[in-house]
């Protein structure tokens, strides 16, 4: 049974139109998408909502819990957190909103390492870790605003400018745009639907004797492998805590020979998997590189065609933003 909680890489099933568009479609979707937010300037909050449109409407049309979207965000939640306050802090530019001085005193450093050390011993047993780690976070930068008692050893100050602000802001938003048109395109494509999609969109490589047949489906293998890996995954790290196996626990030595342990295994049931794969597709008639015959042969309906134009029209409408043709 796969894993709920690992969303990319599974299709799910609706009655949907994004499930009817035409794979080839969805993928060029992306890869505008893609084009698009990069092109955005860092200070256009109007074009920056008008990029949102398009996958918004994806998550409604397609029928599908938002809840699994916000899935495949949990994944990199924390790095997306890192990044937008790596940005708020290293970018000097704009007007000083906020200048914010840590005083460190001897009672306040004490008290963050017991509570930080308490945090990282009892943290598998705590329900909502991400939300409890960000209620530490302001509460330790509260606890080096106002020190509680003794005396102050040293001060730094954290600057806060307004640039810092968006372009942390700016780079969320890029990266949740991305990985919902992504995940539109996982959960509502069928993965020999993507396979041909994406060799399609390889063919003009053929002209350099390329076999783009080979790359696409490998790259549709790739994306099908991720559920099924982390799902094994899970499966290895049940069966070795019921025998005791406790990774957060015991000296860096240990640590390493469990994750060894994990690897291991992990290895073995890859290469199983691969080779059963490969035996399942030689005995259909699968041979690299030849030409494929498809019972059901790709063609492009009413629905793409208008979907398309409305994509074309609004990326037409950001970039004709970007180079300055009108101002928002």
Known sequence: ?????IVFGQYIHRDSLIHRLDSRVKLGIIILMMIAVFLIPKDNFILL????????LGVIL???????YLKSLKQIAFIMLFSFVFQLIGTKDGDLLIKMPMHFTIINICLLVVVWIIYFLIRKYLP??????????????????YPIYGKILGDVYFDIFEGGLIHGSFLIARVFIII????????????TDLTNAIEWFLRPLELLKIKTSIFAMIISIALRSIPTLFNETNKILKAQASRGVDFNEGKLSEQIRQIIS???P??????????????AMEARGYIPGAKRTRLVQMRFKISDFIVLGIVLVLFILLVLGRCGVYAL
């Open 62 to 68: 397609s029928k599908i819990s938002f809840l699994k």
């Open 49 to 56: 909502g008008i990029s949102f449109i398009i996958p918004l």
């Open 128 to 145: 909502l870790k991400f939300l409890i780690l960000i209620i530490l976070l302001i509460g330790s930068i509260y606890m080096l605003r």
């Open 262 to 264: 994990l690897l291991i």
């Open 180 to 191: 919902l048109v992504s995940t539109t395109l996982t959960l509502t494509t069928k993965p």
């Open 266 to 279: 992990m290895f073995v049931i890859s290469i199983k998997k691969a080779d059963d794969l490969a035996d």
């Open 1 to 5: 049974m796969m894993n709920d909680n």
